[in-house]
C-alpha cells in the first residue's frame, strides 16, 4: 500500500510540473524563437495526437472512449488562445489567468446547476475573483489586455472541454480522440495566417516537447494518478500549477515577479482554496 501511495503521488507531482511545462514552453518559444504562434499551436496538438494516439493504442483493452468534434473544437480553442497569449504575457501571469479561468467556469457551471454553496465559498469565490480584477486593473505592472483575455478565452474554453468530458469514458482515449479532431481545426488556421508564418526548428521542438510530453504524456500520467485520489485532493492539488510555473519563469526565463502578481496570485489561488476545502 505505502508503495502505492508514493506512486500516486510522484504520479500526481509529474503531472503538475508536466501542466506547468506548457506555459513555460509556449513562452520561451514564443520569446526566444522566431517561431510564430499558429504554427507552435498546430505542432502541439498534432505531436499530442500522435502521442496519446500510440499511449491508447498500447493500452487499449476494455476501455471505451472516443472523443467528439464539439470536445475537439473547444481543446482547440484552449490551445489556440493559449499560444497566441503567449506573446505578450509572462509564463506565471498567464497560467495564473488560465487556472483562475477554468475554475471560475467549473464553479459557474455548479452553481447554474443549482449546487448549494455554504458562506465561506461564497466569500472564497469573491476573494479570488477580487485578485483577478486587481491583476488586470490597468497599471505599469498590469497584463496586456488582449493577451489577458485571449488566456481567460483559453481557461474558458478548457473549462468547457473538462465539462464534456465527465463520464465520456476512458479519459485518456477520449483525450487522444479529441486531440486527433483538433488537428484540422489547427491546420486551417496555420493556413489562413501563411503570410505571416515563422518556421524555426528550435520554436519546433519547443512545441513537441509541449504537445508530446508536457500534453500528452503529461494527460497520460494525471489519468492515471486521478482514480487514486479523492475529488478534493485531486482539485486542490492543481492549486500548484500557476505556483510551479511562476517559479520556472522566474528561474529559467528570469521573468520578474511583482508585488501585484504576488497578492493578486494570493487572492485568487486563496479564494479557490477556500472553494474546494468548503466543499469538502
Known amino acids: 500500500m505505502a508503495r502505492t501511495g508514493n506512486a500516486v503521488v510522484a504520479l500526481t507531482m509529474l503531472a503538475m510540473v508536466a501542466f506547468a511545462g506548457n506555459s513555460l514552453l509556449c513562452r520561451v518559444a514564443l520569446r526566444e524563437t522566431p517561431v510564430d ?6 505542432v502541439r496538438i498534432v505531436s499530442g495526437a500522435v502521442t496519446l494516439w500510440l499511449i491508447a493504442k498500447v493500452r487499449r483493452g476494455s476501455a471505451s472512449g472516443n ?6 473544437f473547444w ?4 490551445a489556440a488562445g493559449f499560444s497566441f497569449a503567449y506573446l505578450t504575457l509572462t509564463a506565471a501571469t498567464g497560467a495564473l489567468l488560465l487556472f483562475g479561468a477554468v475554475q ?8 447554474w446547476r443549482g449546487e448549494r454553496w455554504k458562506p465561506v465559498q461564497v466569500g ?14 490597468p497599471g505599469a505592472s498590469a497584463p496586456a489586455p488582449l493577451g489577458a483575455a485571449l488566456m481567460i478565452f483559453a481557461g474558458i474554453s478548457w473549462g468547457i472541454y473538462s465539462l464534456r468530458g465527465r463520464g465520456a469514458g476512458d479519459a485518456t482515449l477520449v483525450t487522444a480522440g479529441n486531440f486527433v479532431r483538433a488537428v484540422p481545426f489547427a491546420v486551417a488556421v496555420s493556413l489562413a495566417m501563411a503570410g505571416r508564418m515563422s518556421f524555426d526548428w528550435m520554436g519546433i521542438a519547443f512545441a513537441v ?3 508530446a510530453v508536457a500534453s500528452g504524456i503529461g494527460y497520460a500520467i494525471w489519468y492515471t494518478a486521478l482514480p487514486h485520489l479523492k475529488a478534493g485532493t485531486a ?15 522566474v528561474l529559467l526565463l528570469g521573468e520578474p515577479i511583482t508585488m501585484r502578481l504576488a497578492l493578486c496570485s494570493a487572492a485568487i489561488l486563496g479564494g479557490i482554496a477556500v472553494v474546494i476545502a468548503a466543499k469538502r
Open 104 to 111: 471560475a467556469t467549473m464553479m459557474g457551471y455548479a452553481l
Open 124 to 137: 472564497g469565490l469573491g476573494a479570488a475573483f477580487a485578485g483577478l480584477a486587481g491583476l488586470l486593473l
Open 37 to 42: 504562434a499558429a504554427t507552435f499551436t498546430t
Open 209 to 211: 516537447a509541449s504537445g
Open 235 to 249: 482539485a486542490t492539488v492543481q492549486l500548484s500549477v500557476p505556483v510551479i510555473a511562476a517559479a520556472g519563469g
Open 67 to 72: 472523443g467528439t468534434w464539439t470536445s475537439a
Open 75 to 78: 481543446l482547440f480553442a484552449y
